[in-house]
Antibody, heavy 116, light 111 residues
Framework: EVQLVESGGGVVRPGGSLRLSCAAS????????MSWVRQAPGKGLEWVSG????????GYADSVKGRFTISRDNAKNSLYLQMNSLRAEDTALYYC?????????WGQGTLVTVSS | QSALTQPASVSGSPGQSITISCTGT?????????VSWYQQHPGKAPKLMIY???KRPSGVSNRFSGSKSGNTASLTISGLQAEDEADYYC???????????FGGGTKLTVL
């Protein structure tokens, strides 16, 4: 069974940093690209960042470019999102999702709240 | 990276068919056959319903179908059922540095 379990969310002050993790199991992790997708409270989905199977290709939404960094460790079956210079508008539930251009498996999300 | 355009809401009666449109540009929907659709019930993670414009993942009912013409993609749900009531999001690949651009979402109400 495919499982994606996010962790690392929490409350952080504006300008602060957080590192999200996603532990994957039930499939061959390095066969797939992965993405982070977020959803602000009561709002729609927003693709945040994606990475190909070996980390050689990454992409970012304009809203996070230069502040967020996606990475993966295939030996640990894990995906990461380093979030720096956090803003109030980054407050959201962050989902880890399997795939490159469509996402058939999603975690349950980890909540990030940016507030002073 | 502008969001794709979806109607805010649609509704239909049980047994009827509805179509949700998703309008993008020649840089996203119009350039790639990589449009996907997601269903999201309140408090739940999104579920993939359609990928690559018209393909259904295993386990998704054949009442769900997708299509595309030019810069506009569409999701059609036939034989509406109460459990179809949910939010629906379209998404398109938009290039090697933008893996996905989502629509704003459409709330489907089954009357």
């Amino acid at each position: 069974e495919v499982q994606l379990v996010e962790s690392g969310g929490g409350v952080v002050r504006p300008g602060g940093s957080l590192r999200l993790s996603c532990a994957a199991s039930g499939f061959t992790f390095d066969d797939y690209g992965m993405s982070w997708v977020r959803q602000a409270p009561g709002k729609g989905l927003e693709w945040v960042s994606g990475i190909n199977w070996n980390g050689g290709s990454t992409g970012y939404a304009d809203s996070v470019k230069g502040r967020f960094t996606i990475s993966r460790d295939n030996a640990k079956n894990s995906l990461y999102l380093q979030m720096n210079s956090l803003r109030a508008e980054d407050t959201a539930l962050y989902y880890c999702a399997r795939g490159s251009s469509s996402w058939g498996y999603w975690g349950q999300g980890t909540l990030v709240t940016v507030s002073s | 990276q502008s969001a794709l355009t979806q109607p805010a809401s649609v509704s239909g009666s049980p047994g009827q068919s509805i179509t949700i449109s998703c309008t993008g540009t020649s840089s996203d929907v119009g350039s790639y056959n990589l449009v996907s659709w997601y269903q999201q019930h309140p408090g739940k993670a999104p579920k993939l319903m359609i990928y690559e414009v018209s393909k259904r993942p295993s386990g998704v009912s054949n009442r769900f179908s997708g299509s595309k013409s030019g810069n506009t993609a569409s999701l059609t749900i036939s034989g509406l059922q109460a459990e179809d009531e949910a939010d629906y999001y379209c998404c398109s690949y938009a290039g090697s540095s933008t893996f996905g651009v989502f629509g704003g979402g459409t709330k489907l109400t089954v009357l």
